[in-house]
T-cell receptor, first 112, second 114 residues
């Protein structure tokens, strides 16, 4: 398995609080991605990064921000969590933009 | 806008049966297509990646085909086993208005019973 970890694996928080999810890789891959998975919607891209400090928006980026200060870490921040952001969040990595993507184990986030 | 559809949404078969999962996409200008497996409560595991110039890829009992012009891919699973029970997702990369991002279908949930 590709060396990808996500933390925390589970989190329950309240509406209006900030939340940061972390993705850590040991593969030295250039590309990193954040997705959310919801019933009936499949996986949707939130943000992605194509290098240190280089990020771009995905399909559902509103209410989320990201940062990548090191190759191995990609952080996803919910600035003010809402109940609509209750979801399972997956991080993925790839060596290039068209390579196979490898996924982390996911973080289940519940916003009350 | 690229859209990916997987039919059926769920499938239940007896062990040993050969089966086909379908994936269709609306924009044929893709770079590649990837099949994933997802076990309950787990992340996605990549099964096969087919480049747009390829017709098929094989890995063990799995064979994936790609017909770009008709916007279709199939995942063939030979001699199914209970351990194959999972959700299978296809994702396409590319399309006329979509550069390198993966667009996912909603998956086929497969159950193989003994």
């Amino acid at each position: 398995d590709a060396g990808i970890t996500q933390s925390p694996r589970h989190k329950v928080t309240e509406t209006g609080t900030p939340v940061t999810l972390r993705c850590h890789q040991t593969e030295n891959h250039r590309y990193m991605y954040w997705y959310r998975q919801d019933p009936g919607h499949g996986l949707r891209l939130i943000h992605y990064s194509y290098g240190v400090k280089d990020t771009d928006k995905g399909e559902v980026s509103d209410g989320y921000s990201v940062s990548r200060s090191k190759t191995e870490d990609f952080l996803l921040t919910l600035e003010s969590a809402t109940s609509s952001q209750t979801s399972v969040y997956f991080c993925a990595i790839s060596g290039s933009s068209r390579d196979t993507q490898y996924f982390g184990p996911g973080t289940r986030l519940t916003v009350l | 806008k690229q859209e990916v559809t997987q039919i059926p949404a769920a499938l239940s078969v007896p062990e040993g049966e050969n089966l086909v999962l379908n994936c269709s996409f609306t924009d044929s200008a893709i770079y590649n297509l990837q099949w994933f497996r997802q076990d309950p409560g787990k992340g996605l595991t990549s099964l096969l990646l087919i480049q747009s110039s390829q017709r098929e890829q094989t890995s063990g009992r799995l064979n994936a085909s790609l017909d770009k012009s008709s916007g279709r891919s199939t995942l063939y699973i030979a001699a199914s086993q209970p351990g194959d029970s999972a959700t299978y997702l296809c994702a396409v990369r590319g399309g006329s208005y979509n550069t390198d991002k993966l667009i996912f279908g909603t998956g086929t949930r497969l159950q193989v019973f003994p």
